[in-house]
């Protein structure tokens, strides 16, 4: 049995390529997906902020979540 | 419980996130620019620092994958579960990443996409078409309690599976012909070293992708968990 | 413990002997494949690794027809919850369940194999058969150890009869290879004499540490399918 060697010339550039590109075409594909998840959890949290302040009679403002002081006093926190 | 919302999962990613944004320059640098070309293989060789460390980590992602899910099954906390779910699923992915390169390095070197003489090849088909049925288990399953009890004890079984498997395949093709693709031993210490970052750098990747992943499925949690109790949805 | 794995199992056997809804079917099936790997080789009889090929992937798909009706009548009327009531250990349902895949799995072997011998294999049998029976016993107790316990984690979900073959064939891959390649010298044709190599013991070594490992990790994980 011959020992395997590589196709001797100009194609091993190629795959060699091919490999790495491909590696990272997966990974980046991976991060846009994660990347359109995080845009749809942030409206998803801008629009609760929205109806809280609103469901609280206040009118809706534009600053995000760090500012809690507005929500109702019996919420709780579940993990 | 405090009444913000808890920046502390996503703590760990930013360290991560750097450390692995400066390791894969470097050793992408290390293999193309430093590591010296293989007398046998060629410029082709260099699959192996890409291939052969998305190998290791895949498999260590799917042996803690069940050992994570022992923890679950012995503390009952979902968060467990939910760490085992993340380790399984980005192995998967990297599973295929493997895969796929695994075969244009075998073509490239052997002239076929796939070959059967290449045992850690063929491990991998196996173990992937295994834990390819993980996530249709799971959304066949409805209670969510179960789910993730059920999922772990898969988790576990195929955990102790691949190692066994390895054995197995490298038993049943290494006695009529030589590795095809090379193996990782006796390197000489310039291609060692680099071998080394590159599994560095797969390993920070794997762990950056995973805790990024871990960030976001909390935060959409909390989110849900969050429009429950004031009332929406 | 062994009281209620006795009991347990006399209560299968009992059942699959009134009901025959598994080993009947299981050997005919393995028969009816014998048939058409006739007419898809399109040969008359095989031998050597060929025929430890064809031998062990009927077997082992006729296991998973076994494997798919394990549990369904504990499922559909309600023996688990029973099982659950009872103050016992529940590990011993493991035990009883295994053991009879185990027996059902001896009962196809001793259809299928003659069949085999019959149908297609070129050597006559008997030269290999204490062998042969090693092999099997081995093969057998790995394929009862999984079987059981994927049929355990399938019967409850929603696709059992996809799920239970998809997650049971890549698992009894390892059985597979140690069981065709210890086989293999076994079905060879001789010339004179009838002199058979004997299994390689790396085989039957590699089919008892897959029959050690899974079995414990059954024994260890089988509690957690169980509950509620």
Known sequence: ?79 | MSRTLPLKHGRGLRPLSIATIAAIPLALVLVFFYAPIEAEEGFLQKIFYLHVPLAIVTLCGFVIGGLLAIVHLRTRDRQWDLRSYVAIHMSLIFGVGTLITGSIWARGSWGHWWVWNEPTLVSFLIVMLLYATYQPLRFAIEDPERQARYASVFAIVAGAFVPMNFLAVRLSSSYLHPRVLGSSSNLPPKMAFTFLISLVAMSLLFATLCSYELTAKRTRILLKARSRTLGFR | MAATVGALLRKELLVELRTLESVPGMSLFAVTTFVVFHFALNQNTVSGDEAAGILWVTLLFAAMLGINRLFVADQDQGGFDAFLLAPVDRTAMLLAKAIALFAYLAVLELVAVPAFGLLLLAPPLHQALPDMLVVLVLADIGIAAIGTLVAALAVQTRARDLLGPLLALPLLVPVVIGAARASSPLLVLTRAGGHVDPPQVRWLATLALYDLVFGLIAYAVFDFLLED
Do not use: D, K
Request: charge should be positive; proline fraction near 5%.
């Open chain 1, 1 to 79: 049995m011959q020992l395997a060697t590589s196709i001797p010339g100009s194609s091993n550039n190629g795959y060699v390529a091919a490999a790495y590109i491909v590696f990272f075409a997966i990974v980046l594909i991976y991060v846009a997906i994660m990347a359109l998840r995080l845009t749809r959890v942030e409206r998803g949290l801008r629009e609760l902020n929205e109806r809280a302040e609103t469901a609280a009679g206040v009118a809706p403002n534009q600053t995000h979540g760090a500012h809690e002081a507005h929500n109702p006093p019996r919420e709780r926190e579940r993990v």
